[in-house]
């Protein structure tokens, strides 16, 4: 069974920081994406990433595929409240698994 | 344009009721989705369709779960009888490609369900 471990589970931090959270697997994807959910909402893509080692840039958001396509990062720099959420990563390969997620609260 | 539309948004019943959750997909979208949501599992992939026909339904917990596709712009999911362990968020997404290869998934806002 594939599994997508996401670290940290909740993460609370001040406006203006920088954080990282992971997304990690022993199984390896065609492709993985990063969505936000807020709450009463359904998920929402933020991003995929398809090559190992891929690089995307989203405002203040850059996503990492590893090269190895197992893992993944999100580093979001000077987080914003507007930021709050739970991003939660998914990988595709026969079918497309989630991941817990992290729920993330940024404090003005 | 409309996005992917379930209902009820809200549901509580009690147990041993049946419970039916409706989708409307985005129209031209040629895969739908049936997750389930919760804190303890996260999001679970129930079931999936392909051109309205069932593809994967390994995910579906038990033979109390049931999911049809009558046509392009209609799907359901019935729990008969529901337990209380059924209560979760359930939702609804569809996508313009045949999975597996679907890029993006478009959810509804889902069916928050309470079996008492």
């Known amino acids: 069974t594939q599994l997508l471990e996401q670290s940290p589970q909740f993460l609370s931090i001040q406006e203006g920081e920088n954080l990282t959270v992971y997304c990690n697997s022993s199984?390896?994807?065609?492709?993985l994406q990063w969505y936000r959910q807020e709450p009463g909402e359904g998920p929402v893509l933020l991003v995929t990433?398809?090559?190992?080692?891929e690089v995307k840039k989203l405002k203040r958001l850059t996503f990492q595929f590893g090269d190895a396509r197992k893992d993944s990062s999100l580093h979001i720099t000077a987080a914003q409240p507007g930021d709050t959420g739970l991003y939660l990563c998914a990988g595709l390969d026969d079918k497309i698994i989630f991941g817990k997620g992290t729920r993330l609260h940024i404090l003005p | 344009d409309a996005g992917v539309i379930q209902s009820p948004r809200h549901e509580v019943t009690e147990m041993g009721q049946e419970v039916t959750l409706r989708c409307k997909p985005i129209s031209g979208h040629n895969s739908l989705f049936w997750y389930r949501q919760t804190m303890m599992r996260g999001l679970e992939l129930l079931i999936y369709?392909?051109?309205?026909?069932?593809?994967?339904d390994s995910g579906m917990p038990e033979d109390r779960f049931s999911a049809k596709m009558p046509n392009a712009s209609f799907s359901t999911l019935k729990i008969q009888p529901s337990e209380p362990r059924d209560s979760a968020v359930y939702f609804c997404?569809?996508?313009?490609?045949?999975?597996?290869?679907?890029?993006?998934?478009?959810f509804g806002e889902g069916s928050r369900l309470t079996v008492l």
């Open positions: 199984s390896v994807f065609s492709s």
């Open positions: 997404a569809s996508s313009p490609r045949e999975a597996p290869n679907t890029g993006e998934l478009f």
């Open positions: 369709f392909n051109n309205n026909v069932p593809i994967d």
């Open positions: 990433v398809v090559t190992g080692g």
